[in-house]
């Protein structure tokens, strides 16, 4: 192995290392700015790549322009609300508390999430991987991670009653935004496992899936897994397609028949739209109309990232409408509370950026779907090919539950954008056919 060859290595296992660390919540917060093991390593890792790049010795992989695009608008929106809000003309651009040397610190994270998630993972996966064979590896460690997070969603699923039998949220901070990662993460462990070599590796992979639907109690979530998982076995085979709408109907029927607890709030909960008494829509969708709002005060830049908290209860107001208290999960929903995490994306990237970044958002989420549609395409027949269906897969399951639940966060956005890098890789870059590379195993 070169110099050279060695250094790239160095940068793999800090991406390996990153898979490891990404899908959690948890960390520590400076004037309410969290931080998370997964920023610490994506530091390390960039520095790392910045030496490396510095000397030549690291690939060179320029982020598409629809990711630029979305920082960009996140800038301009950021400094366009700090404009705005010093010279008296609309809206609160910071929360008490988030000064920093006069600058919106809210802003300032909010943009650096952005630059990590997009910019800094898309140029380390474009420069760590070099066949291949470590795209699997990278797959198969994402896997493993996820059986773990999985199987302690399954304790708090087991273990948790009462008031907290709703708070089924393993490494993460809610429900909703565990139930988003495993939307993105299983469609990969289901592309896994449909080309799995041995029955009992198969096996495994699928029972890791279903025990992740069953602690899912987030129905966005649920939703976003369902489309992705037959999106991916539609485009694998028409027998992987009808064992997976199958397996997806006996779900259901299990779901309405012996758990209640799923049965109560991914469906019955969710196809209500009203509070118990059928008064008022609940706070969910009433966020929906009040962000509608702050687009219509702000249309093109919004109120500025980092700012949606500061100002939706303003467009409550304003829309006549009474702005919701914070509930916990369960029986507080009825009432008409608002449970952390359901915010859509849309709605909160639309109120925050504009209309300008709602734009950008969805360009590079079709960009991204289309890069992994093209890689599945070009790799039709082979192995690898089923894998970039599952990142594929991941990033529909993205879009979908982020409809119900904002995901670019802090556990999950990383996650969107090691999947997005993943299948960049897997369409743009030209590597020789490695030995059994063509063998194909499909249930």
Not at 109 to 122: F, G, P, S, T
Not at 157 to 168: I, K, N, P
Not at 220 to 239: N, P, T
Not at 247 to 269: C, I, W
Request: aromatic share 10%.
């Amino acid at each position: 192995m070169s110099v050279k060859d060695k250094q790239g290595s160095g940068l793999y296992w800090a991406l390996l290392l990153l898979i490891v660390v990404a899908p959690t919540q948890w960390g520590i917060e400076v004037k309410g700015i969290p931080a998370t093991p997964a920023d610490l390593v994506l530091a390390v890792a960039f520095l790392g790549w910045v030496v490396l790049a510095a000397r030549r010795r690291a690939a060179l992989g320029l982020p598409p322009a629809c990711l630029w695009a979305l920082v960009a608008v996140a800038l301009v929106s950021a400094a366009n609300a700090t404009k705005v809000a010093l010279t008296g003309q609309g809206f609160a651009y910071m929360a008490p508390g988030y000064e920093f040397w006069g600058t919106p610190m809210k802003a300032v994270a909010e943009l650096a999430q952005l630059i990590e998630y997009l910019l800094v993972v898309y140029v380390l996966v474009w420069a760590a991987v070099r066949s291949e064979r470590q795209v699997f590896a990278a797959a198969q460690v994402l896997a493993a991670i996820t059986v773990g997070v999985v199987l302690l969603g399954l304790v708090h699923y087991l273990t948790r009653s009462g008031s907290d039998a709703f708070q089924v949220a393993s490494t993460f901070g809610s429900r909703h935004i565990y139930g988003g990662y495993l939307a993105m993460a299983l469609p990969v462990v289901f592309s896994l496992a449909l080309t799995a070599r041995g029955w009992p590796a198969r096996v495994g992979l699928l029972a890791v899936i279903v025990v992740g639907a069953v602690t899912i109690l987030s129905p966005g979530a649920l939703i976003g897994l369902g489309v992705a998982l037959l999106l991916v076995a539609a485009r694998v085979s028409g027998r992987a397609l009808q064992a997976t709408l199958a397996a997806v109907l006996a779900f259901g029927a299990l779901t309405a028949v012996a758990l209640p607890r799923n049965y109560e709030h991914n469906v019955y909960q969710f196809a209500h739209f009203r509070t118990a008494d059928g008064q008022a829509l609940r706070a969910q969708w009433r966020e929906w109309l009040a962000g509608a709002q702050l687009v219509r005060e702000h249309p093109l830049l919004g109120v500025g990232p980092g700012n949606f908290q500061q100002n939706i209860g303003t467009a409550y107001g304003q829309i006549g409408q009474e702005y919701p208290g914070k509930a916990r999960p369960g029986a507080d929903l009825a009432a008409g509370l608002m449970e952390p995490d359901t915010n859509s994306l849309y709605v909160v990237t639309a109120s925050s950026m504009g209309l300008l970044g709602l734009a950008a958002l969805l360009w590079v989420l079709l960009y991204f779907g289309k890069v992994a549609s093209a890689a599945a395409r070009r790799l039709e027949g082979r192995a690898i090919g089923v894998l970039a269906a599952g990142l594929w897969g991941g990033i529909i399951g993205f879009a979908v539950t982020s409809i119900f639940s904002s995901l670019m966060v802090r556990g999950t956005g990383v996650v969107l954008g090691l999947l997005m890098a993943l299948a960049a890789v897997l369409c743009f870059r030209e590597w020789p056919v490695e030995p059994n590379a063509n063998a194909l195993h499909v249930i």
